[in-house]
């Protein structure tokens, strides 16, 4: 007698989930690794070729370290009798002063949108919205013209007034405070007393910070890269950022060709300035989305 016995065979639909997801997860990975990539190669390049004199510049492999740092650091801090430090100065001015006036500004307006109801709230947001989807590029020159008109055209007020208002930051402010500050503890705080100016900074800044923090890094470095306003406000080349600043050194460039590398040194200077903000903030805001959690 013989008996017969099917071997089990693997039914590929009902396959572990835990067997597939390796498997799915190669393709985003390697997404992601390639554009890690994108965005990393560029910053190794400036931060090895700072290093490098004018002569390695074009001469040495690409990724070879060079020796002439403290030539490009001498280079650059003496040019024009030391002004790299006032476009660096100029800069921290504008993308400071710039970003927490335009988050302030942000919080204000996101706040009033979200927790206050009164005529023309969806109409004002509409128009918010609208603003999101124009370029900069198309207002910079109106607001060339509303600067001279005012007098204020090769000032520093002229770079910082347009950056306030920033439609993204007010849209974002707006969602943010909408989904974190309850209306009961609003209500609460009115029945203990307390004025519509208290509450926005005693309760409503709190819980909003992290999408604060957010709207300020984001403007930050958008004002610190920014090159057509400034270009289009000032005259002056001791009121220039470093972005305008470098585009004057460039332009001599053609004629000096050791500026290339006090340039290159210079941007690498930017960029490591922007990293270590990038390192702080996000420290930072990852304390408050825990403490956001826990109080929510």
Not at 196 to 217: E, K, N, Q, W, Y
Request: glycine share 10%; with cysteine.
């Amino acid at each position: 007698m013989t008996t017969l016995t099917s071997r089990p065979t693997p039914n590929r639909a009902t396959a572990s989930p835990a067997r597939r997801r390796p498997r799915a997860a190669i393709l985003p990975t390697v997404i992601l690794a390639v554009g890690a990539l994108y965005c990393v190669i560029p910053i190794a390049w400036v931060l090895i070729a700072a290093t490098k004199a004018g002569s390695e510049l074009f001469t040495t492999p690409t990724f070879q370290p060079g020796t002439g740092l403290l030539q490009n650091l001498g280079d650059l801090f003496g040019y024009s009798s030391g002004i790299f430090g006032a476009w660096a100065a100029n800069s921290l001015l504008y993308a400071c002063g710039g970003a927490l006036g335009s988050t302030l500004v942000s919080a204000l307006a996101g706040y009033a949108l979200a927790k206050y109801e009164f005529r023309g709230k969806n109409a004002i947001f509409v128009i918010l919205l609208a603003g999101v989807l124009i370029p900069g590029i198309t207002l910079a020159i109106p607001q060339y013209f509303v600067m001279s008109a005012l007098g204020l055209a090769n000032t520093h007020i002229s770079v910082l007034l347009p950056v306030l208002i920033s439609p993204f930051g007010i849209y974002l402010t707006r969602i943010y405070a909408s989904a974190s500050v309850p209306d009961e503890t609003i209500e609460a705080a009115r029945i203990d007393g307390a004025s519509d100016v208290r509450i926005f900074g005693s309760i409503g800044i709190p819980m909003m910070l992290p999408g604060l923090v957010t709207v300020f890094l984001l403007q930050f470095i958008w004002i610190w890269n920014n090159f057509l306003l400034p270009y289009l406000m000032l005259s002056d080349d001791s009121r220039f950022p470093l972005t305008l600043g470098f585009y004057t050194m460039m332009n001599r460039g053609s004629t000096e060709p050791a500026l290339y590398s006090a340039v290159i040194t210079g941007s690498a200077i930017s960029i490591l300035a922007i990293i270590a903000l990038m390192g702080s903030l996000q420290r930072f805001w990852k304390l408050d989305l825990l403490s956001g959690g826990l109080k929510g």
